[in-house]
């Protein structure tokens, strides 16, 4: 945000072509959101640049994590939803639970939030098969669990559901699913459902975005900026959460007048935290730059406070801020990875000893260490240590301690036990010492030699982290004869190819997380596989599916944990993903021109979208 005198802002703005504003929170972003339409953002085009100004914004859901802590608490719900109990119909038996909804929150055009706008959210992902949506929305209306919601009174509805769920698909998936605005999407769901392509219809479909929360839609410059302004309706203004030292948290506002408190533990003494809603700006800029050489040099200027950056900050760039003294850098846990995967549905990527092999040969300690100069750390479980409840630290990790030569020996005896063979296969003399002679020409089990093929990566400019290893990843891939060739490209082609369309040999992204490890599941079970889907590898192991449906199915923390650690050890194994490296979370800021009521939270302030709700100017 930049805090200046209105006439000093007035030509600033005049000059960005930015209408004159009394507070804006100018943020810096790395790449072009892609989408409006909540349902293509949290569909197929999840990328953490379209939440970071768009869904994660605009919408709220019944109930939700409360940051810092990431507590479970009521966010539009009253309270907690009632007890299950079990009915039949029709000789089939379902499982009923109510939530009621607080009265007086407004959507920003002035109208009130209502059950209709809860039902006809839910009713929705059910008419187009949340599968078929892919990405998040599976997790939020999974049609094995989700039968009907129906409306009680204005401020009541019912869930009617196939079995009774567990914590990943009930408080942690159907209840945290964003409310969208009836008003808004009726006449646009009508028109889908109506067309050949429902689901394609309905993604492409161009709507001005609802919003209930504390922004709305501005305006979108395309390779320039994007805007949000401030909701003067938003009915959270003013709303206080006090976060108490035995993990209980109070809700309260006297807007609409809703009080809330855990009762297990409920609050005692005063609390370590207090957040107050706003906003208490006018708009949230994010200004879009090419790389993150130009951003810095933005915050260095002071024309932007604050950068998302899930890239992780580069050392250089880091030594650089460091000079400035307006300029404050924060630390947090990580709860995300990079990874590459494989097309499964292609020869060779379909043969676990391949995969095996390719996660062998990428020594990630020596890349973060020796190349990277610990700008990134090595990750190898698709749990990060930072969510330490759920990580398994005892999964298998291949070519772990392994020198190169042990490396391609290992490989090779992978490679050749699953039938494959060489024109001139590699020669390892010495394999402690290093000595061997690499391979030409990796030929199929079935005769026929392994095709070039490609893997996809970010490009320098965007992420030279990723760019390094792909290029690593390709050395030592050929040493072997595995003809790979690493393609670096820009972020949305890698994701449009990887999951709008599955076009693919192997890609390299990246992933931000939730709290609660579902995602072992949405990623990975054959479920998920189709377009948009975000098991875009297709991996298709029925054993693996049963660990993570039971993971989904989990009543309490324990039985969900030990299945967690048992589905990471398939995945360890099988290697759907060889999971690479991440960052630290670090993350730079004006504090001379901004203020926020806390800077510790997992993930960082990009992990809570950079909190433009409670960020306050520094006069």
């Known amino acids: 945000m930049r805090w200046r005198l209105t006439a000093l802002l007035l030509l600033a703005m005049a000059v960005a072509g930015l209408p004159a504003v009394a507070a804006t929170y100018e943020t810096a972003i790395f790449e072009e959101p892609t989408t409006l339409n909540v ?211 109070r809700i309260t506002n006297s807007r609409t007048n809703f009080t809330w408190a855990t009762t297990d533990p409920a609050p005692e003494g005063q609390p370590d935290l207090r957040v107050e809603e706003g906003p208490y700006v006018d708009n949230v800029v994010y200004r879009i730059y090419q790389n993150q050489n130009a951003a810095i040099l933005a915050l260095l200027r002071g024309e932007v406070s604050y950068i998302f950056n899930s890239l992780g900050l580069q050392r250089g760039f880091e030594q650089q801020l460091r000079t400035n003294p307006n300029v404050e850098i924060i630390r947090n846990n990580t709860n995300g990875f990079r990874y590459l995967t494989f097309n499964m549905r292609r020869e060779p990527f379909n043969i676990p000893e391949f995969r095996q092999a390719v996660a062998t040969l990428i020594d990630r300690e020596f890349v973060t260490r020796d190349i990277l100069q610990g700008v990134a750390f090595p990750l190898a479980t698709v749990v990060p240590p930072g969510n330490e409840y759920w990580h398994n630290p005892e999964v298998t990790v291949w070519g772990q301690g392994m020198t190169r030569g042990q490396r391609i020996q290992a490989a090779v005896e992978l490679l050749k036990k699953a039938g494959f063979s060489w024109r001139r296969e590699p020669v390892v003399r010495d394999a402690a010492a290093d000595d061997y002679t690499p391979g030409e020409g990796l030929i199929m089990p079935n005769g026929q030699p392994v095709q070039p093929f490609e893997m996809l990566a970010p490009a320098p400019g965007y992420d030279p982290l990723r760019a390094t290893f792909a290029l690593w990843i390709e050395r030592w891939a050929q040493e072997i004869g595995i003809p790979l060739r690493a393609r670096l490209t820009d972020f949305n082609t890698i994701s449009t190819r990887a999951y709008d369309e599955q076009d693919f040999d192997m890609f390299m992204l990246g992933w931000s997380l939730g709290i609660y490890p579902d995602h072992i599941y949405y990623f990975f079970h054959s479920s998920q596989a189709g377009l948009g889907g975000f ?85």
């Not at 429902?198 to 709507?207: H, I, K, S, Y």
């Not at 021109?593 to 409670?614: A, C, D, K, R």
């Open 39 to 249: 349902f293509a953002g949290l569909g197929p085009q999840a990328t953490v640049w379209n939440s970071y100004v768009t869904y994660g914004v605009y919408y709220s859901t019944l109930y939700g994590n409360a940051a810092p802590t990431f507590a479970w608490v009521p966010q539009l719900a009253r309270d907690v939803p009632t007890p299950f109990q079990e009915v039949t119909e029709n000789g089939q038996t379902l499982y009923t639970s109510d939530v009621e909804i607080r009265g007086g929150i407004r959507w920003a055009d002035g109208s009130l939030l209502t059950a209709d706008d809860v039902v006809f959210t839910y009713q929705t992902l059910l008419a187009f098969d949340a599968n078929k949506l892919g990405g998040n929305w599976p997790s939020y209306a999974n049609p094995d669990v989700l039968a009907r919601v129906e409306k009680l009174n204005d401020y009541a509805v019912r869930f009617y559901l196939k079995k009774q769920p567990g914590l990943a698909d009930w408080q942690y998936g159907i209840l945290q699913a964003p409310i969208v605005q009836k008003k808004t999407w009726e006449p646009v769901v009508q028109r889908a459902l109506a067309s050949e392509d429902p689901v394609r219809t309905l993604q492409a479909a161009e709507v001005t975005p609802d919003a209930i929360g504390a922004f709305k839609y501005g305006r979108w410059e395309r390779g320039a900026f994007f805007e949000n302004v401030a909701n003067p309706l938003s009915s959270f203004k003013g709303e206080v959460t006090e976060f108490y030292p035995n993990g209980a948290v």
């Open 535 to 619: 098991n875009a590898g297709g991996y298709n192991n029925p054993e693996f599916d049963r660990v993570a449906e039971a993971l989904l199915d989990a009543q309490t923390l324990e039985e969900a944990r030990e299945l967690a650690f048992e589905a990471q050890e398939y995945l360890a194994r099988d290697v759907p993903y060889v999971v690479l490296f991440d960052t630290p979370v670090m993350e730079a800021y004006r504090r001379d021109q901004i203020q926020y009521p806390y800077t510790e939270v997992l993930g960082g302030l990009q992990y809570i979208y950079g909190l433009p709700s409670t960020v306050k100017a520094m006069r």
